[in-house]
C-alpha cells in the first residue's frame, strides 16, 4: 500500500512570535543584510538616523524604519551590495534627564550621587535603553548590518565627527556667532523652536514711565517683562506714529539703572500695542534682537545660563528672575514709574524635556552655511551622481567618472578677522560673520587628525566615513 502524502496545516491564526522569531534568526545567522567588500556590485548604503536612547521607539521610528527597510531590501533585489548601518545616539541631555527622574524616584539628588556615580548610571540606562531599541528594530524586521552597529560615542564616530567639524570649519562653512536663542536654564543648553512647547498663560502687561534725559517729560513703554528693563539699550516707536514724531533721536533715563538709551523708529513696531512705544532688549528677545541689527545697538545681557541675574544687572545681581521681577515692579513703583498694570494673555514657552519656562537668550553658537553644501548636493542628484559623496568643489572633469573626484579640496585663503562684540546678523543670505580663525586658515592643518582615525573610519577616496 502506498504512503500517503503529508499535508502541512496552516494554522487559523497567525503567531508572529514562532513565524518572525525564526526567519529573522535565520536571516542574520546567514549574514543575509551583511555588506561585503565587492567593486563588481553598485553598492548602495544608508545610515540609519540613530533613535535617542531615552526609553523605546514609537509609531514615528516604525514608520521611519520601515521605509528605509523596504529601500534596503529593494536595492538587494537589484542585485547592489547594500549596507543599512543601524546604531543609537547618546541624545546626551535628553538622557541625562531621563536618569535624573529615575534619581529623583529613588530620593537621590545627581549632585549628592556625584559626578562619577552619575556618569555610571547614564552608561548604565545606554545599555538597558540601547539594547531594547535594537531588539524592537529585529522585531520589526529591520535588515540592518548588525555587525557594524554603532554608539554616537565610541572612539571611531567620535574622531570623525572632529575631523569633519575642523575641516568645515576651514573651508568657512562652519561659524560662530551671537544670536538669540532658546535657552533652558535648567538643562543649560539651546533648544531648536521645534524643542519648545508653548501654553497659554495669564499673565500682566506692565506700562512704565522712561523719563527724557532733558527733563522735558516722559515716555510711557509697555512690556510683559519688567525684569528685563535691566538691559534695555533703547526705546523704539513707529516711524509713521505722529505722537513720537519729534522725540526720534531724544534720550531717556532707564529707570533704576540710571543710564542713558536712545529713542529710534523701527517699522516693528506696532502703534496699536500698548502705548505704541516699546523697550528694546536685545538680549533677551529675539524681536528686539533684530531691531538691534539695524541700529546698530549694543546688547547687555542681564541674566546668566541658569536664569540668574548677572552683574549687568546692578543691585538685581544674585535674584532669579522670578524673584527679580517681583522686586522691579516694587521699585518702579516706590519710585512713581510704573503708571498701570493691565491683564493680559500670551503665550509662553517651556522647554519640552523638563517643562522649565525658556528663556530668550543672547549666546554664541555655531552654524553651518547651507546654501553652498545644498547646492553641491542639488548639482549631484541633477547631474546622476547622487550618494556619490561629492563635496563643494568637487564636481567630475569632462570625460571622467564622478568617483575620480572625489578628492579632499584646499580650503580657500581668507584673512583671520576678528569677532565683533555687536549682535551679529545671522539672516538668510547675509555674509557670513567674522569668527576667530584658527592661524593655519586656508592652509594645510600642522598636524592632521586623520591620521589617527582607523582605517575602518576613514576613506580618502570617497571623503566619507564609515564604520564595521
Known sequence: MSEQPRTATLEKTYDPKVVEDK??????????????????????????????????????????????????????LKGDNVLWMPGTDHAGIATQNVVERQLHEEGIDRHQLGREKFIERVWQWRRESGRTILNQLRRLGASCDWSRERFTMDEGLSRAV?????????????????????????????????EVEYEEHQGSLWELEYPLADGSGGIVVATTRPETMLGDTAVAVNPEDERYRELVGKEVI????ERPIPII????????FGSGAVKITPAHDPNDFEVAQRHQ???????????????????????????????????????????????????????????????????????????????????????????????PGTAAPAGKSPSAARTRTAAPTAAAPTLSRKPTSLTPGSPRPSGPFPPWAGRKRPRSWRSSIPPRCWSPASTSFSSG
Open 265 to 272: 523708529a523701527d517699522h516693528y513696531v506696532d502703534m496699536e
Open 162 to 194: 572632529r575631523e569633519v567639524f575642523v575641516t568645515l570649519y576651514e573651508e568657512g562653512l562652519i561659524y560662530q556667532g551671537d544670536y538669540i536663542t532658546n535657552w533652558c536654564p535648567r538643562c543649560h543648553t539651546a533648544l531648536s523652536d521645534l
Open 297 to 391: 545697538l549694543p546688547a547687555v545681557k542681564v541674566m546668566d545660563e541658569g536664569g540668574v541675574m548677572s552683574e549687568n544687572a546692578g543691585r538685581y545681581r544674585g535674584l532669579t528672575r522670578e524673584e527679580c521681577r517681583r522686586r522691579v515692579v516694587a521699585d518702579l513703583e516706590k519710585e512713581g514709574r510704573l503708571r498701570r498694570i493691565l491683564p493680559h494673555g500670551h503665550s509662553v514657552g517651556h522647554c519640552y524635556r523638563c517643562r522649565t519656562v525658556i528663556e530668550p537668550y543672547l549666546s554664541n553658537q555655531w552654524f553651518v552655511r547651507i546654501k553652498p553644501l545644498a547646492e553641491a548636493a542639488m548639482a549631484a542628484v541633477r547631474d546622476g551622481r547622487g550618494g556619490t559623496g561629492s563635496r
Open 254 to 257: 532707564l529707570p533704576l539703572m
Open 23 to 76: 526567519w529573522y534568526s535565520y536571516w542574520e545567522e546567514n549574514g543575509c543584510f551583511a555588506a561585503c567588500t565587492d567593486r563588481e556590485r553598485p553598492p548602495f548604503s544608508m545610515v540609519i538616523p540613530p533613535p535617542n536612547v531615552t526609553g523605546s521607539l514609537h509609531m514615528g521610528h516604525a514608520l521611519n524604519n520601515t521605509l528605509q527597510d523596504i529601500l534596503a531590501r529593494y536595492r538587494r
